[in-house]
């Protein structure tokens, strides 16, 4: 590994961000999966409580 | 601020499927939603707010479209429950809407009339949208819309909600609506006879005006050439093997047009990242940043952008064809060969739409009114080609056929065919074992020819292509600038003796040639120019097999060999699980990565990928097949196996669905290996 390189600390600090970046997304998707909500304009509607 | 211009009034848009509610929706309220000129397309309420200056703002909620309010149908329900102010969108007060909109077909008056007659039953401010008079006129004469809004007791606005004529004077009608004048009969026969005479009215009145004017015997010879026209089409396209023959046609036609019009814009996106790239390395000069953004990031979306062209071209030649009625006829054939599987016509507009993703189509099978059909049409409705397929698609065909469109178009046909043709099989087996039963007859109404907007068709390309820019730009970046730090450490100094071997060899063919006589020396001089080569490709190879990517595709390989992928693929079937585009950027940041690839395309850097023996081809034609097929038929989308599980109501359909698909995928995949090979 070229740790001497100040390059390769920042490469590899942009890499991790995306890394982590991609792990935020994924458990956020399933969270949101789970709750069954979606995004944007699009609205449910429910009866009697209940998604239809 | 006066109370006038703070108040919002709610107002429901309700009528009949395909009369064009969501159309005025995304007029009236500057909105993009999904729009199709077959029913059930809407199939959540979408709100949108529309207002102009000293009057109060509208806000619309779009309901699905139904034949009745009295049906036993979800959609039906909704509309009851909204109607009666029980239930809202989420986000706004439940209570009576302020104002009723309906949309009625001007070209089909008499069976709008009755979902007509059942809200002015409930006493609501309604507003009359007369919709598509455009159409209308053309076919012969609108109904008059004085005597229409005479009869029902409630105001009547002409429009074309795809034109946006009429509009501000709906949206003035929807400010001031009031309750109507007059009540329909309360039994169902009385209503129906009152349809009956509310409609004779309204055209009888249109006539006599039409008369006056002298233009109805011209109008009527035109609409009867235009149905005439009409019923011609319909002879072939509606015909069990003519329609299907029309429908094969027409594919293929647009699949070629989409790659013989794509090549210029594809070249120029190659050539604009390959300089994007050189300036970087010029700029930077030498070292890991600039490998960093030249392979990691320009490599990466460089990969995938490339193939932007055909996923606009696609979705603005699928839109045309849509708007112009087609795709209706398509569902009636499809019905026809759908059965035997266990689907009816109801779940030909859910898999048709899982064709630009599976996630809307999902959501779109809840118009199927069977439970089991419906569990069926889940589970295979990822099957059929998604638009993230596209990319991959279009790289294997392009290294499979090179510059040639016309087979390009023939294998991404049966790209979809294949898809089409596995939802269906995997239908036959649910319908057989675990979703047993027969499916129900299907009626439904085909919409008549029209012109296609070419607004529309733009505003779905743009749309498309906004979404695919938007997922390159974010997780197909991140991916690609994680795949490339792992594909570039650690470094591996010590050379490879396979490769020493080879230039050894190289010097050893050299050696003395300069003796030989003209012929001889060249071919010695070709020779070692292929060893040398070969030796680059080894050494090329031995760095990237050492580094943590090459050592987890060497982890997993094991598991992909039987379907002939190497580490490299195997590397990019993984990494297809987080979105099946990033095959492609995968592939071009590993290609792109190696030393001599900076002036090469990516496309081109792609086909050259060597194995590890740096003389067999990553890309043969048995392995492109191969992952063509795997990549048809695997399930590699997060999203769609949670909404599965929200739609089916338990996560084992998700976990069938996987198992069964990847499955699927993996034997499909090494039989074609084993036999093209």
Redesign the interface.
Known sequence: ??TH?W??W???L??AG??G??VW??VR??R???R?K?KG???????GGRR? | MSDATTRVLHVCLLGNPNTGKTTLLNRLCG?R?KTGNFPGTTQ?????TVGNSGLPAVRITDLPGIYSLELAS?ES??CR??LSGR?????TDAREPDAVCIVVDATNLERNLLIVGEVLRRRLPTVVALNMVDLARKLGTPPDEATLSEQLGARVVPICARSGDGLPALVQALQHASIPTQTPPGTQAGLEAWTTSVATAATLAAQRKAHAGDTGAQGKAKAKSRMALTDAIDRVATHPLGGLAMFVGVMFALFYAIFALAQIPMGLIEAIFGWSAERVQKLLGD???AD?IAG?VLGGLGGTLVFLPQIMLLFFLISLLEDTGYLARAAFVADRFMRPFGLSGYAFVPLLSSHACALPGIMAT?TIPDRKERLAAILVAPFMSCSARIPVYVLLTALLFPGKPGQQALAFLGCYALGAAAGLLSSLVARRTIARGASRELAMELPTYKRPSVRTAMLSAWDRGLLFVKKAGT?I???S??L??LSS???QHAPSPAAAEARERAAMVLAGADALPTAEREAAQQQHDALQEQAEHLEASHHAAQTFAGRIGRFVQPVFEPLGYDWRLSIGVMTSF?AREVFASTMAVVATGKDDAEDEGVLRAIKELRRDDGVTLVFTTATAWSLLVYYVLAMQC??TL??T??ESGHWKWAVLQLVWMCGLAYLGAMVVYWVAR
């Open positions: 590994m070229p390189d390059q390769f920042i490469v590899t942009l890499a995306a890394a970046w991609m997304r994924a998707a399933l949101a999966g789970k069954g979606g304009t699009r609205t449910n509607l429910t009866v239809v | 909105l939603h959540e309420a979408r709100v949108g979800s329900e909704v429950e909204v239930t809202s969108a989420p986000g070292g890991l940043l960093f990691g809840r997780i970046l991140a991916i600038m994680v490339w730090w450490f650690p470094k987080a997060l999203p949670a909404v599980a929200r």
